[in-house]
């Protein structure tokens, strides 16, 4: 590999990386987890390019490679089976209790 192709698999990990950690920043201000899929999947993403892209090639192990880029195909579908058919959880919102009203607005 060129000096220059490292260089660019650096950015490409680095824009990764990156989403991920918009999603998990996203996570944990809405406390849904169709955030937390999306961020592992692209960790996962990260994690096969390097893989791929750097250092089995020379080995040979090809395929564990892409298996990892499955895992984050099936991420992705997970939280979105999840956000649609998953567990269903009302949130239900109690009123704020008042208090009493004093006695003279009620004449």
Same mark, same amino acid.
């Given at each position: 590999m060129?000096?220059?192709?490292?260089?660019?698999?650096?950015?490409?990990?680095?824009?990764?990386?990156?989403?991920?950690?918009?999603?998990?920043?996203?996570?944990k201000?809405?406390?849904?987890?169709?955030?937390?899929?999306?961020?592992?999947?692209? #960790?996962?993403?990260? !994690?096969? =390019?390097? +893989?791929?892209?750097?250092?089995?090639? *020379?080995?040979?192990? /090809?395929?564990?490679?892409?298996?990892?880029?499955?895992?984050?195909?099936?991420?992705?579908?997970?939280?979105?089976?999840?956000?649609? #058919?998953?567990?269903? !959880?009302? =949130?239900? +919102?109690?009123?704020?209790?008042?208090? *009493?009203?004093?006695? /003279?607005?009620?004449?």
């Amino acid at each position: 590999m060129t000096p220059l192709t490292h260089v660019l698999l650096g950015a490409v990990l680095m824009g990764d990386l990156i989403a991920a950690l918009f999603f998990v920043r996203f996570w944990k201000r809405t406390d849904d987890r169709f955030f937390l899929f999306f961020a592992a999947s692209f #960790i996962a993403i990260a !994690v096969s =390019r390097v +893989v791929v892209d750097e250092y089995i090639p *020379p080995i040979g192990y /090809e395929p564990f490679g892409y298996m990892i880029r499955i895992l984050s195909y099936l991420f992705i579908i997970a939280g979105i089976l999840y956000k649609n #058919i998953g567990v269903r !959880v009302r =949130r239900t +919102v109690t009123p704020p209790r008042s208090a *009493p009203l004093p006695q /003279e607005h009620l004449l």
